[in-house]
């Protein structure tokens, strides 16, 4: 049989564990992020120093997610705030609401526009498709292609943009949190010449998409967009447009349709009939489809359904 002092020491022990695991989740960085995308890579670079919760879900529109009393909470619980920027976020997040911006309800100082706990990733990365001029008149991209995440290479300088501004928050964990975007770094490497060598035979291949959100991914691995469903990013697409786009399709020989899951399938279905293009649903953010789990997995995920499409 075990002694008294036996039971009291091992109690204790519990206790000082409990308490350091409370304190340790106490000190964590609070982080928010506009999108899953953005959360995976703070999750990736941050790793156990970091709270991380994203306010849109995978399978969302970015450029217009719901907000609520919840978005409210976790907002004035952050230490920093990361968006995609670009505009993405206006509908929702801008500083010009008709009401005032959740970022503003939520009464948080450390994450006021301009603070260093609100950081807008966007100078961090490669955009492409900038209009010039710059121009509302074309839809909600008016200062070029806020989807830039889905380039591999951005998703690199994204990670080591989100490392700098945790390690400026938290000096003290600074080389954990470069040791960390090594690692990932390294991992992600290794998965960019994976991807390359698998999507190279496809090179000067042809889709159309729903939304122009495909544009970094498309220039990075070769492929050529023939247009996109929608009028406009945003704009609803109308039968004119329609009927020019699918003559187009015909004349170019384009045999996909890239829809994201926010959108519905009925045009790029009447699309497809007209034109004997495939329609292949492909996630444009971690958790648009519950395979994907991560940042690399998206990118594994898209690169793997095209190119069976494509065979």
Request: aromatic share 10%.
């Given at each position: 049989?075990?002694?008294?002092?036996?039971?009291?020491t091992?109690?204790?022990?519990?206790?000082?564990?409990?308490?350091g695991?409370?304190?340790?989740?106490?000190?964590?960085?609070?982080?928010v992020?506009?999108?899953?995308?953005?959360?995976?890579?703070?999750?990736?670079?941050?790793?156990?120093?970091?709270?991380?919760?994203?306010?849109?879900?995978?399978?969302?529109?970015?450029?217009?997610?719901?907000?609520?009393?919840?978005?409210?909470?976790?907002?004035?619980?952050?230490?920093?705030?990361?968006?995609?920027?670009?505009?993405?976020?206006?509908?929702?997040?801008?500083?010009?609401l008709?009401?005032?911006?959740?970022?503003i309800?939520c009464?948080?100082?450390?994450?006021?526009?301009?603070?260093?706990?609100?950081?807008?990733?966007?100078p961090?990365?490669?955009v492409?498709?900038?209009p010039?001029?710059?121009?509302?008149?074309?839809?909600?991209?008016?200062?070029?292609?806020?989807h830039?995440?889905l380039?591999?290479?951005?998703?690199?300088?994204?990670?080591?943009?989100?490392?700098?501004?945790?390690?400026?928050?938290?000096?003290?964990?600074?080389?954990?949190?470069?040791a960390?975007?090594?690692?990932?770094?390294?991992r992600?490497?290794?998965?960019?010449?994976?991807?390359?060598?698998?999507?190279?035979?496809?090179?000067?291949?042809?889709?159309?998409?729903?939304?122009?959100?495909w544009?970094?991914?498309?220039?990075?691995y070769?492929?050529?967009?023939?247009?996109?469903?929608?009028?406009?990013?945003?704009?609803?697409?109308?039968?004119?447009?329609?009927?020019e786009?699918?003559?187009?399709?015909?004349?170019?020989?384009?045999?996909?349709?890239?829809?994201?899951?926010?959108?519905?399938?009925?045009?790029?279905?009447?699309?497809?009939a007209?034109?004997?293009?495939?329609?292949?649903?492909?996630p444009?953010?971690?958790?648009?489809?519950?395979?994907?789990?991560?940042?690399?997995?998206?990118?594994?995920?898209?690169v793997?359904?095209?190119?069976?499409?494509f065979?």
């Amino acid at each position: 049989m075990r002694s008294a002092g036996f039971v009291d020491t091992f109690l204790g022990t519990l206790l000082l564990a409990t308490i350091g695991m409370h304190a340790t989740a106490a000190t964590r960085l609070r982080v928010v992020t506009s999108t899953t995308d953005l959360a995976s890579l703070a999750q990736e670079v941050g790793g156990d120093r970091v709270e991380v919760k994203s306010l849109a879900v995978g399978y969302e529109d970015p450029h217009f997610v719901p907000t609520n009393a919840s978005s409210l909470l976790t907002l004035k619980r952050a230490d920093l705030f990361i968006v995609i920027g670009l505009e993405m976020e206006n509908a929702w997040l801008g500083e010009r609401l008709a009401v005032p911006s959740p970022v503003i309800q939520c009464a948080n100082p450390r994450i006021r526009f301009g603070s260093t706990g609100y950081f807008d990733l966007s100078p961090s990365v490669q955009v492409v498709e900038v209009p010039q001029p710059s121009t509302r008149g074309q839809g909600i991209h008016p200062l070029g292609n806020p989807h830039y995440w889905l380039d591999p290479e951005n998703g690199r300088r994204m990670a080591r943009a989100i490392t700098t501004r945790l390690s400026l928050l938290r000096p003290n964990d600074a080389a954990y949190f470069e040791a960390r975007f090594a690692a990932f770094a390294r991992r992600l490497s290794d998965r960019e010449r994976f991807w390359e060598k698998r999507m190279k035979p496809y090179r000067g291949y042809k889709v159309v998409s729903y939304h122009r959100a495909w544009g970094n991914f498309l220039t990075r691995y070769g492929l050529v967009s023939v247009g996109e469903i929608e009028l406009f990013p945003g704009i609803p697409p109308d039968d004119k447009h329609t009927d020019e786009l699918i003559r187009e399709m015909k004349r170019q020989k384009v045999r996909v349709i890239l829809v994201e899951p926010p959108y519905k399938l009925t045009n790029p279905k009447r699309i497809a009939a007209e034109t004997g293009a495939k329609v292949l649903v492909v996630p444009g953010s971690v958790g648009g489809v519950a395979a994907v789990r991560d940042y690399v997995g998206l990118i594994d995920y898209n690169v793997e359904s095209i190119i069976k499409t494509f065979q």
